[in-house]
T-cell receptor, first 116, second 114 residues
């Protein structure tokens, strides 16, 4: 099946540093999504990308849809303590049929830890 | 407006026991789904439903049953629990099958099978 490789698996940074993470796949996706999961909670959507080459920001977060449609990147600028959590990428394809047409494939997650 | 709720939050089962994980949403969403989250593997789709009375299998459906008798509720049943089903289970919903990117996730159920 389709797989997403997300890296790095974990990051330990100082408050105020910038963060970069990425997802790659051997498959082409039509949509890339980035989620954040806080401890004990479900994932929450941060950014959605719909077009190859698209660059979208949400506050200090910026994500890009790779031009090959096989990868995506998430950057966090000037990290703060509330950025701690697990970040997931997810890809979505449209095979063109209704049943089972849209399934999200998730990456393994990047665990972000911030030292104040 | 409670969003997506899941019960219980924690559960311990013995091998062979059965149980039902409850999921409810109050947003009148058509699309609901169940995922399991295992360390280092992201979220994997178990079953999904595009509306009341309609369900289908996801990526890892074996050992699980679902039904959707109402728009609001989408319970997940473990027929005979196995240690391999130890995981965190998330229910999610979205307005329709075609708007999956606005999925709302519940807080999760942490299940341990001994």
């Amino acid at each position: 099946g389709q797989q997403l490789n997300q890296s790095p698996q974990s990051m330990f940074i100082q408050e105020g540093e910038d963060v970069s993470m990425n997802c790659t796949s051997s498959s082409i996706f039509n949509t890339w999504l980035w989620y954040k999961q806080d401890p004990g909670e479900g994932p929450v959507l941060l950014i959605a990308l719909y077009k190859a080459g698209e660059l979208t920001s949400n506050g200090r977060l910026t994500a890009q849809f790779g031009i090959t449609r096989k990868d995506s990147f998430l950057n966090i600028s000037a990290s703060i303590p509330s950025d701690v959590g697990i970040y997931f990428c997810a890809g979505r394809t449209y095979p063109g049929i209704i049943q089972g047409a849209q399934k999200l494939v998730f990456g393994q997650g990047t665990r972000l830890t911030i030292n104040p | 407006n409670a969003g997506v709720t899941q019960t219980p939050k924690f559960q311990v089962l013995k091998t062979g026991q059965s149980m039902t994980l409850q999921c409810a949403q109050d947003m009148n969403h058509e699309y609901m789904s169940w995922y399991r989250q295992d360390p280092g593997m992201g979220l994997r789709l178990i079953h999904y439903s595009v509306g009341a009375g309609i369900t289908d299998q996801g990526e890892v459906p074996n050992g699980y049953n679902v039904s959707r008798s109402t728009t609001e509720d989408f319970p997940l049943r473990l027929l005979s629990a196995a240690p391999s089903q130890t995981s965190v289970y998330f229910c999610a919903s979205s307005y329709s099958f075609y708007v999956q990117d606005t999925q709302y996730f519940g807080p999760g159920t942490r299940l341990t099978v001994l």
